[in-house]
């Protein structure tokens, strides 16, 4: 069928006539300024000839039919749909920005590490000084020597503070040596150069108590150092000010000490944690060149002389009869201070991570790295921790009773035990040459918890441990089994047993004295004294202070457990009863201040938990102690059980290390 109508618009090649050319309207409204609209009349397409207007025409010639009718939408309605996506390409950007912040601080955050790296490659120290400055009251600095200090803003509050020297009238009229060394009203040292010290013009007691000088510690970390033991802080030498440095000094008559080191005895910890840590202190002071000394002005036992000879007398140090520094001279941080002083409350600030690094062995294994440390003490209660004459008198009465009673031959008397004289130690730890006849059992109760708590969910080590050990370690000794005892397998009696100095001198028999084992006990708490011996036949070997025959030795056994923070509760004299009857056990327990032919316990039965325990292993050597004193290879450094004559019962292996030679609190 034939179309009813023409098709002039169907073109198949060549271009319509220009009067065919109709205005056609866009097909969106996103046109030019709203044109698209409108359209372009002939007149207009011929008088612009722009790109703009040719792209058009040539669109309009593609086109003969309009898609939309004219006034579709009104001139700049399209602005408001420009505006809206100008907004949201900015929340793009924004949403953008914001993702890529982390990234963006992160790299800024590494650039700017990365100056501060190559600044304290270039310039060590540098970053210290700017970065570790006190704020202006604790910390300032003047090139005037009229320049005063400012006052602290806390009364308890330790003053850096740097100054010039002062005049050698006005350094006589600050601090008075003698008496009762007040506390100077202004910081004096002798200097060529501005640097910071210490001040202590907020006190006016000294020496200064354990806990002011832990709050001194804490202020100065952040001058202290961060690299080898012994160097001294960044910022150069930090310490109060010396009055016989100063030009002129009217104190010079005498002189005081050039390097000295001070262990301040203040009651906080017992008198054996005490002794552990003094014991590492005088091995400082033999290392370094320097005098030692023994503060008790805050003691809460008394005197130092009145149970130990004075450390002047047995360590005269490099510099013999140099007096002591004044007790405001005394620094306990940094340790490179001229007059350092330790107490327990500051050896964390000394005897931690720092100290293990430097005087540990770092290619041994478990108790070998120990090796050194032990022996450090071991030397140390040997020269410098001594037993006054009264003191070894009460001591060698304990020993001397046991013997009687096991009618062994009694040792001669010792003239120089009675007139304070020192006594050749003569002892070999490694050695012996000492008769070891029984076995030394220490059983802590009062406010010490167990080395390995978690396996104790009563706080306390059952007594049934003490006695089953106390057994088998006699019979893995001595070979004269006890009753119901357990052995160590492999126990060679005759290798590990003193048999050339009478190893055993029990009766064999349950019902005849001194029935095994023979033992030495100590124990704070009364009752477990008794309910511990009623484990035992009646006829057994069992010696301590509050069954001795002896007046002197019975009134130094304990009433009550012991609870350190009840103890300055007791009177003076019940203080000085207490110390005394705890060193007498201490002694009989480790052996500790034996001369040759002195009788020993050839073993030591305890728990860890107590510092008693732990110091009792440095009077048997640091091979017996352990059981490495026969042809095995122990580079494994683990406790010899076989022939160990240190037994723990309360770790048991079950914690490493095994050992610690001090407590820190």
């Known amino acids: 069928m034939p179309p009813r109508h023409p098709l002039p618009d169907i073109l198949v090649s060549g271009r319509p006539a220009r009067s065919d050319y109709r205005v056609l309207t866009p097909r969106t409204p996103h046109s030019r300024a709203g044109r698209a609209e409108e359209g372009f009349t002939e007149v207009e397409l011929e008088t612009f000839q722009d790109e703009d207007s040719n792209a058009y025409r040539t669109q309009l010639q593609q086109q003969s039919q309009p898609l939309l009718s004219p006034g579709y939408r009104s001139r700049g309605d399209d602005h408001d749909i420009i505006a809206k996506d100008t907004k ?25 590490l990365l100056i501060l790296i190559a600044v304290s490659l270039n310039r060590p120290g540098s970053l210290e000084a700017v970065l570790l400055q006190k704020p202006v009251e604790l910390l300032e600095t003047s090139s005037s020597k009229s320049d005063a200090v400012s006052p602290a803003t806390k009364d308890s509050q330790l003053l850096v503070t740097t100054v010039s020297v002062p005049t050698a009238t006005e350094a006589a009229t600050k601090i008075s040596i003698s008496g009762s060394f007040p506390s100077p009203t202004q910081p004096v040292v002798e200097q060529t150069s501005a640097r910071p010290f210490i001040s202590y013009e907020n006190y006016t007691q000294f020496p200064l108590t354990g806990t002011q000088y832990r709050e001194q510690c804490a202020e100065m970390l952040q001058y202290m150092h961060y690299g080898d033991y012994w160097d001294e802080p960044r910022r150069g030498p930090l310490d109060v000010e010396h009055l016989d440095e100063a030009p002129n000094s009217p104190h010079n008559s005498v002189k005081v000490c050039s390097k000295t080191i001070t262990y301040l005895l203040d009651g906080h910890v017992g008198l054996i944690a005490d002794l552990a840590l003094m014991a590492q202190a005088a091995a400082f002071a033999r290392e370094r060149n320097s005098n030692f000394f023994v503060d008790d002005t805050h003691w809460n036992r008394g005197k130092w002389t009145d149970y130990f000879k004075d450390v002047r007398d047995l360590e005269p140090g490099p510099e013999p009869g ?12 940094p340790r490179v ?7 327990s409350r500051t050896a964390k600030y000394h005897f931690g991570h720092a100290f293990g690094e430097e005087y540990q062995d770092g290619h041994g294994h478990h108790l070998n790295r120990f090796k050194n440390i032990f022996e450090r003490a071991q030397t140390s209660f040997e020269q410098t921790i001594r037993l006054n ?10 020993r001397e009773e046991l013997l009687s009673i096991l009618s062994v031959r009694s040792l001669p008397a010792r003239s120089d035990n009675k007139d304070g004289a020192a006594i050749p130690l003569g002892r070999d730890f490694e050695t012996p040459n000492n008769p070891a006849l029984y076995v030394g059992i220490h059983i802590r109760r009062g406010d010490r918890k167990p080395a390995a708590i978690p396996y104790y969910p009563d706080d306390i080590i059952p007594l049934e441990k003490f006695i089953d050990m106390a057994r088998s370690t006699w019979d893995k000794f001595y070979g004269n089994s006890s009753t119901s005892s357990s052995i160590v397998a492999g126990t060679d009696y005759d290798d590990i047993g003193d048999v050339a100095l ?10 005849h004295f001194p029935a095994p084992p023979i033992m030495w006990l100590a124990s704070d708490s009364p009752p477990v004294v008794s309910e511990f011996m009623s484990a035992f036949p009646s006829a057994t070997g069992m010696f301590s202070l509050a069954y001795s025959t002896k007046s002197e030795l019975r009134v130094l056994a304990p009433a009550h457990a012991y609870v350190q923070a009840e103890f300055n509760l007791e009177p003076p004299a019940e203080r000085a009863r207490l110390t005394r009857g705890m060193i007498v056990d201490f002694a009989m327990l480790s052996g500790m201040w034996a001369t040759a032919g002195d009788v020993v316990p050839g073993a030591v039965v305890c728990g860890k938990g107590s510092n008693v325990c732990k110091m009792s292993a440095i009077g048997f050597g640091f091979q017996r102690a352990f059981g490495f004193d026969d042809d095995g290879d122990h580079q494994h ?20 290390p095994a050992w610690h030679a001090y407590e820190m609190h």
Do not use: Y
């Open 322 to 333: 140099c007096r002591a520094p004044p007790p405001n001279e005394l620094v306990a941080c």
């Open 389 to 398: 004459p009264r003191m070894t008198e009460l001591v060698r009465a304990a």
């Open 337 to 343: 201070a001229r007059h350092w002083v330790i107490s």
């Open 88 to 112: 949201t390409v900015s929340a793009n950007w924004l949403q953008l920005a914001l993702s890529r912040l982390p990234l963006i601080g992160g790299s800024i955050l590494a650039f700017i």
């Open 637 to 656: 450094g683990d406790v010899n059980s076989a022939r160990a004559r240190w037994v723990d019962v309360d770790n048991a292996g079950r914690i490493i």
């Open 502 to 511: 009478g190893r055993d001198v029990s009766s064999g028999d349950d019902n």
